[in-house]
């Protein structure tokens, strides 16, 4: 790996950087020097009147830049970056605490279905992706299938030109504002558990489509319950072959765990926290000076952080390469949602007790509880996008060369 940025690379870098000086709105400005970073599509859709209207001044100027979807090909709309152009504006974007636009469809969905989408599929929903018009969720999991995927029950049979779809699916993010959703149905009971599925398409608008909200800790947008009862979904909706879908989706999650801006993020988070607890108000509720034990955790946090950071830029310097990561994407997953969940619990032990306060406007609040709230939502990061333990049957079997169990 090359740590340095070529010419072309620091011309870009200092591009983004100007980029996001001049058009950030100050909604999100606001929001970083706070140590926390805007959710574009929960803004956007929950927001209030100026959080709204700071997603949607946020999107026309990345949109006018062709940056919604910065590693898409320009054919189909994308900027055609190079890896390590798109590792810098990530990284560009989340030191400035500026957030992504375009959600799952532009992150997870539009390449998969450039992979493995019909020229007719390609043509509906691209353009319709990238531009805002489509909002995408994702149905995976289902109850008695989170970990073990493969052992999904959702069935749909063949009737004519369309598929009939009956189940449930769970820890389905974003479905209560969605227009389409992506899922993994079984369509051949009889095959082995990872073949007879296929990846399918379906407006959420279908009849027999219907969701329930997860609520955690008043967090609305963090996952629904969806359920399917008799849905009819054209044939022409299923994405690659049928009965074949396990590939499609495991190409899908590939995308997913090849976050590079997490490390970042989390890099700035902590670093504001520190600076937090060197002004007065801060002083005076940290227990850091107190608790030696506390500012060698943070020393360790910001290490593991900068590994977090490597095991992303491994990734990226693979995609330049023309490799395809793998494992690897596994790696980062696993250390970088783990690493979350520990700099959120150091951040509470800054504050000791003052951390079992939940409300942000209190004036008792260390820090606007952002760690206290923080390290509550990062519980399912070691979940979401596939457990740490099935990242580590991953490099396992496909690093190590393990036999399976």
Do not use: C
């Not at 509906?124 to 531009?131: E, V």
Request: hydrophobic share 35%; net charge negative.
């Amino acid at each position: 790996m090359d740590w340095g940025d070529s010419a072309d690379q620091a011309t870009f870098r200092d591009d983004v950087a100007s980029f996001i000086e001049s058009r950030l709105p100050e909604y999100y400005r606001r929001l970083a020097e706070q140590g926390d970073q805007g959710d574009w599509q929960t803004d956007r859709f929950l927001g209030d009147d100026e959080a709204k209207a700071a997603a949607a001044e946020w999107e026309a100027a990345v949109h006018e830049r062709g940056w919604v979807a910065p590693h898409w090909p320009q054919e189909y709309g994308g900027a055609g970056m190079s890896s390590m152009e798109h590792f810098i504006l990530n990284e560009e974007m989340s030191k400035a605490g500026a957030p992504q636009v375009g959600g799952q469809g532009v992150a997870m969905l539009g390449p998969t279905l450039i992979v493995h989408g019909t020229d007719e599929q390609k043509t509906k929903f691209l353009t319709a992706t990238l531009s805002g018009d489509i909002a995408w969720a994702q149905g995976y999991s289902e109850p008695s299938a989170g970990s073990d995927l493969a052992s999904l029950q959702t069935r749909a049979v063949r009737d004519g030109d369309e598929w009939v779809v009956n189940g449930q699916k769970i820890w389905t993010s974003n479905a209560h504002r969605a227009d389409w959703i992506f899922a993994l149905v079984r369509t051949d009971p009889d095959a082995p558990k990872h073949r007879g599925i296929s990846f399918m398409l379906m407006d959420m608008e279908t009849p027999g489509i219907s969701v329930r909200p997860l609520i955690s800790g008043g967090w609305r947008h963090f996952s629904n319950e969806t359920f399917y009862e008799d849905v009819r979904v054209p044939a022409s909706q299923v994405v690659g072959e049928v009965n074949r879908g396990w590939y499609v989706g495991m190409t899908l999650l590939d995308y997913e765990r090849s976050s590079i801006g997490g490390a970042v993020e989390m890099e700035r988070q902590l670093m504001a926290a520190i600076e937090y607890i060197h002004d007065d108000e801060g002083a005076e509720k940290s227990r850091v000076d107190e608790l030696p034990s506390v500012r060698a955790e943070i020393a360790d946090r910001y290490i593991e952080i900068q590994v977090s950071f490597n095991l992303s830029f491994r990734i990226a310097s693979m995609q330049a390469s023309g490799l395809i990561p793998n494992m690897e994407a596994s790696m980062g997953k696993v250390f970088s949602s783990e690493v979350s969940q520990r700099v959120h619990r150091t951040g509470t032990r800054m504050f000791g007790l003052y951390s079992n306060v939940w409300d942000e406007d209190s004036d008792y609040s260390p820090y606007r509880s952002r760690f206290t709230q923080n390290y509550f939502h990062r519980i399912p990061a070691t979940i979401a996008g596939g457990t740490s333990e099935i990242q580590r049957n991953i490099i396992a079997t496909r690093g190590l060369g393990l036999p399976r169990g």
